[in-house]
T-cell receptor, first 113, second 112 residues
Framework: NAGVMQNPRHLVRRRGQEARLRCSPMKGHSHVYWYRQLPEEGLKFMVYLQKENIIDESGMPKERFSAEFPKEGPSILRIQQVVRGDSAAYFC???????????FGNGTRLTVT | KNQVEQSPQSLIILEGKNCTLQCNYTVSPFSNLRWYKQDTGRGPVSLTIMTFSENTKSNGRYTATLDADTKQSSLHITASQLSDSASYICVVSAGSNYQLIWGAGTKLIIKP
């Protein structure tokens, strides 16, 4: 499967725990984007990374959220000390260039209890 | 303020019928306009991408139109099938992929 892979598909965390969401982009893609989607709402941009660099993080909360895309391995979105309001679907997309078509994964559904 | 508005919010039609979804935008600068299909529980899938100079673009039973003067786009679905049930999202690019303005989507339900 050469598509964007996200794992886990479902993640349940208790308030105060950490959530780590992984995204492996399509083969050959070096641009990764993270989005968040609340039920019945549209996608909201969080952060854009290009191998080892954060290019734009204007949509990501300054506290508790961080993202990385290391030279080797998947991109990671980390949420520390999760709260109920963090419950959402988190989607990752990748592209071969900054303006070429986006390819999305099937998301990670985070539930905070 | 950059905005993308879609109508209707939701739509129910019978299998085999046609339908048209609308998208109005105020985005500057304008790079391209995209339509995505998002099935429940899945990530969005690209249907069409249209640049400023393109008026119409087709992808199978999906036909998108763009009027850059009035800043309107439409997505026409012909001979709908049950598998067309999904959310259809209009997205306008103001440059690069991280400068996308997302509409809230139209939820389409096809009934047998």
């Amino acid at each position: 499967n050469a598509g964007v892979m996200q794992n886990p598909r479902h993640l349940v965390r208790r308030r105060g725990q950490e959530a780590r969401l992984r995204c492996s982009p399509m083969k050959g893609h070096s641009h990764v984007y993270w989005y968040r989607q609340l039920p019945e709402e549209g996608l909201k941009f969080m952060v854009y990374l290009q191998k080892e660099n954060i290019i734009d993080e204007s949509g990501m909360p300054k506290e508790r959220f961080s993202a990385e895309f290391p030279k080797e391995g998947p991109s990671i979105l980390r949420i520390q000390q999760v709260v109920r309001g963090d419950s959402a679907a988190y989607f990752c997309a990748s592209s071969g260039a900054s303006d070429s078509p986006l390819h999305f994964g099937n998301g990670t559904r985070l539930t905070v209890t | 303020k950059n905005q993308v508005e879609q109508s209707p919010q939701s739509l129910i039609i019978l299998e085999g019928k046609n339908c048209t979804l609308q998208c109005n935008y105020t985005v500057s600068p304008f790079s391209n306009l995209r339509w995505y299909k998002q099935d429940t529980g899945r990530g969005p899938v690209s249907l069409t991408i249209m640049t400023f100079s393109e008026n119409t673009k087709s992808n199978g039973r999906y036909t998108a139109t763009l009027d850059a003067d009035t800043k309107q786009s439409s997505l026409h679905i012909t001979a709908s099938q049950l598998s067309d049930s999904a959310s259809y999202i209009c997205v306008v690019s103001a440059g690069s992929n991280y400068q996308l303005i997302w509409g809230a989507g139209t939820k389409l339900i096809i009934k047998p």
